[in-house]
């Protein structure tokens, strides 16, 4: 006879009834998540020292379906102290600042969240080799906008191509844009980083991993070339956060050949733009903005001020363009 052969009747009473009252994790300790891996976070946590801990973590079962993204600043419950096998378990999320969401294409109605709580979307695109995909920028500007998120484009191998035709096409918008190439410093863009949680988003090929090894020499994200068909390989496999040594943070993401808009409308790129959005207050019920809809009061607001409002108008409608279209590019 052994444990095996032990057999356990029941209590008469039952079994102890379950309650609704959730503990309040009153001790719960805050963190920020610098990466998710098949279901385990690497959490950073303050030690005991003074000094940063990066715990492992796994989401706990009362969150229900709320995943856990880079950038998420949460609290931690269990064994914080970061020593090699231990786990410690996610209780709270906080609430976002922003966020990057992005559906798989525009037919899919549930939104992934990227990333949390960044300041700076930094997109990143070679203006030559592979050839730029107009489609995929003007949806990651629609997406920063709609996030909460400043945009800011990354013009990379400008040592081989001219990135004026891309400046032009969001001329009306005051977007910021840094050119880089191999040869170029990288003061400009580090300085636009300084204090502040930046993403780093960007089709395969386009350089992404390469600049953020050299912004973080430490960081070791795989890079690859270009196939011979023109399109990138994907090197990055999850995204990871890594602190610059200037201050602030920067969020490598895996390379993306599609950026869905499902849950994106027009209304939400216009609000974006406040004149643009005041002057829409007088666009009839359902306008879709857009040079087909011939009631648009955006239409007259353009042509009754300076040329710089025909640019903006004209800009966003490359982004509002983005919004549902699906095909090459897109």
């Known amino acids: ?29 805050p963190g920020l998540v610098i990466a998710v891996d098949r279901g385990r976070m690497t959490v950073r946590v303050e030690g005991t020292d003074g000094g940063q801990v990066d715990v492992t973590a796994m989401r706990a079962r009362e969150l229900g379906r709320h995943g856990v993204v880079v950038g ?31 559906t798989a294409d525009d037919t899919d109605p549930t939104e992934r969240i990227v990333v ?8 990143v695109t070679s203006v030559t080799d592979p050839e730029p995909a107009l489609g995929f920028l003007d949806r990651c500007l629609v997406a920063a906008y709609a996030g909460g998120l400043e945009p800011l484009l990354c013009l990379t191998k400008t040592d081989l191509a001219s990135a004026q035709p891309l400046l032009d ?7 910021d844009a840094v050119p ?17 949680m930046s993403v780093f988003v960007g089709q395969s090929g386009v350089g ?16 690859g070339d270009v196939s011979k068909i023109g399109k990138g390989r994907h090197t990055s496999s999850s995204a990871v956060l890594f602190d610059l040594p200037g201050g602030g943070t920067v969020i490598d993401t895996p390379g993306i050949r599609s950026f869905g808009l499902a849950h ?18 007088e666009c009839p019920p359902g306008c879709g903005h ?41």
């Open 116 to 123: 949390a709580n960044a300041d700076l979307l930094v997109i």
């Open 208 to 223: 992404k991993s390469t600049l953020v090894n050299r912004l973080v020499p430490d960081a070791l994200r795989a890079t």
């Open 169 to 175: 096409r969001y001329a009306g918008l005051s977007l």
């Open 72 to 102: 998420d600043r949460v609290r931690l419950v269990g064994d914080t102290s970061g020593r090699t096998d231990t786990l410690a378990r996610i209780v709270v999320i906080e609430q976002r600042a922003t966020s990057l969401r992005r």
């Open 1 to 29: 006879m052994d444990e095996d052969d032990v057999r356990v009747r029941p209590s008469r009473r039952g079994s102890r009834p379950r309650t609704r009252t959730r503990p309040t994790h009153e001790d719960a300790v």
């Open 180 to 196: 880089m190439s191999r040869e170029l410093p990288l003061d400009d863009l580090t300085g636009r980083l300084r204090d502040r």
């Open 290 to 330: 857009t040079a087909e809809d011939p009631d648009c009061a955006l239409d007259a607001w353009a042509a009754d001020g300076a040329p710089r409002r025909r640019e903006q108008l004209s800009a966003l409608r490359v982004l509002l363009g983005a919004v549902g279209q699906v095909g090459p590019g897109y």
């Open 264 to 281: 994106v409308t027009a209304d939400d790129v216009l609000s974006a733009f406040d004149d643009l959005a005041e002057a829409a207050t």
